[in-house]
């Protein structure tokens, strides 16, 4: 008897009920009038009087342990439906949050969306690069600063690999490939070994163009990043040529724009001058064409190169570059609108 009062005892610890039918079914199988332990009882009337006051404990125990777990079965199930009760299944599900894009993205594929409406396609490259497509092939002298460990991360201190600086190397990656007419936009995340600041970054993104085929002429370059300045920052907007200098474009300039805060009266963004410096820019340098193996007397091009944080601060007035690369979500949320 011992056996069998520890077998029902384990089936009611085991059981485990689907539905409330299931706990009714299983209470009439173990307490119901012809059930598991009342047939326990009728067999208890026969054992021997010594054994009887031992039994009886253990079949009482095992008959209050089957009446509290059925009823707090019952109660766990009955809680369970009134919880479904108050979920109001009609109702419309919570919209989840979509995110939205990083101004930078959204910068990025404005300037490309602004190109390819003139026919320039996207291309891309590298980050890790070699010293001919960052610096050799664009005509960088062997002493030239911008080759020095201060302005440059190089990998395992080998001199020839390393980050690039700028996108310009994607003009060497897409000459090499490509034969004239070329008309391609490369944007891509550049590397300077600056401190980081509210104005610098040791990361930043640069958008590179180049056109080169023949007859290019400088008034093709005025034309092109007059026609970007407008749609990127209103119709009003006006350009400004400054010379300049760049080992790989000749003549070079920084190309301004009106600033479109004060309308080019002068404010404090402007630092009262009315114009935003967005980009360097010039006639590609024969060196350079020849060094990828293009024909300079037959062919001219030029080349542009402009910070996608430096555009994007003027359009979203953003003023600490770190902010963009933070992931603040309380700065990220406010472009939401703007996907
Ligand atoms: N690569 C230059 C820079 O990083 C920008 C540039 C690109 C200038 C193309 C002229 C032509 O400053």
């Not at 085991?14 to 009342?38: H, N, S, Y």
């Not at 002429?217 to 300049?244: H, V």
Request: one cysteine or more; aromatic letters at 10%.
């Amino acid at each position: 008897m011992i056996n069998k009062i520890e077998k029902i005892r384990q089936n009611i610890a085991e059981f485990r009920p689907k539905t409330q039918a299931d706990i009714e079914e299983f209470r009439v199988r173990i307490l119901g009038r012809k059930g598991e332990l009342t047939e326990l009882f009728e067999e208890f009337k026969t054992v021997a009087p010594e054994m009887k006051r031992e039994l009886g404990k253990k079949m009482n125990e095992l008959k209050n342990f089957a009446q509290d777990t059925i009823n707090q079965l019952k109660t766990d199930f009955e809680s369970q439906e009134i919880e479904c009760e108050r979920t109001d299944m009609t109702r419309p599900a919570s919209a989840d949050g979509i995110g939205s894009r990083h101004p930078i993205s959204l910068v990025k594929n404005e300037i490309f969306d602004i190109f390819k409406r003139i026919g320039f396609t996207l291309t891309d490259g590298p980050e890790i690069e070699d010293d001919f497509h960052v610096f050799s092939a664009l005509n960088f002298p062997p002493e030239h600063p911008a080759r020095d460990m201060q302005d440059t991360f190089f990998i395992e201190k080998n001199p020839d690999i390393l980050l690039r600086t700028h996108t310009s190397s994607l003009e060497v990656r897409t000459m090499e490939r490509q034969k004239p007419p070329i008309r391609v936009i490369c944007p891509g995340r550049v590397f300077r070994n600056e401190a980081i600041s509210y104005r610098a970054h040791c990361i930043f993104h640069q958008v590179e163009g180049l056109y080169i085929d023949e007859n290019v002429s400088f008034a093709d370059l005025k034309q092109a990043i007059l026609y970007f300045a407008k749609e990127m920052f209103g119709e009003q907007t006006q350009i400004r040529l400054r010379p300049s200098y760049f080992p790989f474009t000749e003549p070079s300039a920084e190309v301004d724009v009106s600033c479109n805060l004060c309308g080019g009266k002068g404010c404090p963004v402007c630092k009262q001058t009315g114009w935003l410096e967005i980009m360097g820019a010039g006639m590609t340098d024969p060196n350079v064409l020849e060094a990828c193996g293009i024909d300079s007397k037959k062919y001219t091009g030029f080349a542009f190169g402009m910070g996608v944080e430096r555009i994007a601060m003027l359009k979203y007035g953003v003023k600490d570059l770190r902010l963009y690369f933070e992931n603040d979500l309380r700065f990220l949320e406010q472009f939401e609108a703007a996907l």
